[in-house]
């Protein structure tokens, strides 16, 4: 399949570590977000979601939080395995516009 | 329940010719979108259809066109294609669209020649 994004940032860890992710989000506006995972040759993967009434939500293994003040979310990952390698998109919404507008994303190397 | 699914998955054409891709979304899913996928742009977003209506439309040429069917299969079309029209062309449903998950199908790879 393609490879994603030759030039995204990347951010190496060792299994069993703790991962954060990053993405800084464009519109104030934005009422909706989604973290995605992407393996090589396959389609985003929906990962968690979070609603702009809320700072933080938790999922298996997995916390985004939201801070509105600065537009930052983030993707926390516990005990990170191989099998999390691969890129993280996170993707914001406003209500009324049908459409997503997505990160450059992050490739996660998982070192064992 | 099956998933999203996109046909065919790799496609090669030449420039001038136009191309059709199809996506079927996941049963009780009204709404479709497409992005297109570069390792320049990131995913950019194409349009969005509810109901065999376009609801938004991203900023690229007219030379990108889509519909939408009763059953909400959806297609969309390139036509006099361009090298910069290679990409990974991905569909997503949803119930309907704007504030709910989005779920991706593995996405036609386009190559123009």
């Known amino acids: 399949g393609e490879s994603v994004g030759l030039h995204l940032p990347t951010l190496s860890v060792q299994e069993g570590d703790n991962s954060i992710i990053n993405c800084a989000y464009s519109?104030?506006?934005?009422?909706?977000f989604i973290w995605y995972k992407q393996e090589s040759g396959k389609g985003p993967q929906f990962i968690i979601d979070?609603?702009?009434?809320?700072d933080k939500r938790q999922g298996q293994r997995v916390t985004v939080l939201l801070n509105k003040t600065v537009k930052h979310l983030s993707l926390q990952i516990a005990a990170t395995q191989p099998g999390d390698s691969a890129v993280y998109f996170c993707?914001?919404?406003?209500?009324?516009?049908?459409?997503?507008?997505f990160g450059t994303g992050t490739r996660l190397k998982v070192l064992a | 329940k099956a998933g999203v699914t996109q046909t065919p998955r790799y496609l090669i054409k030449t420039r001038g010719q136009q191309v059709t891709l199809s996506c079927s979304p996941i049963?009780?899913?009204?709404?479709v979108s497409w992005y297109q996928q570069t390792p320049g742009q990131g995913l950019q977003f194409l349009f969005e259809?509810?109901?065999?209506?376009?609801?938004n439309k991203g900023n690229f040429p007219g030379r990108f066109s889509g519909r939408q069917f009763s059953n909400s299969r959806s297609e969309m079309n390139v036509s006099t294609l361009e090298l910069g029209d290679s990409a990974l062309y991905l569909c997503?449903?949803?119930?309907?669209?704007?504030?709910?998950?989005?779920?991706f199908g593995s996405g036609t790879q386009l190559s123009v020649l």
């Open positions: 979070i609603r702009s009434n809320m």
């Open positions: 993707a914001e919404n406003t209500s009324g516009t049908y459409k997503y507008i």
């Open positions: 049963s009780g899913h009204r709404s």
């Open positions: 259809y509810f109901s065999e209506t376009q609801r």
């Open positions: 997503a449903s949803s119930l309907a669209s704007g504030g709910e998950k989005l779920f």
């Open positions: 519109n104030s506006a934005s009422d909706y």
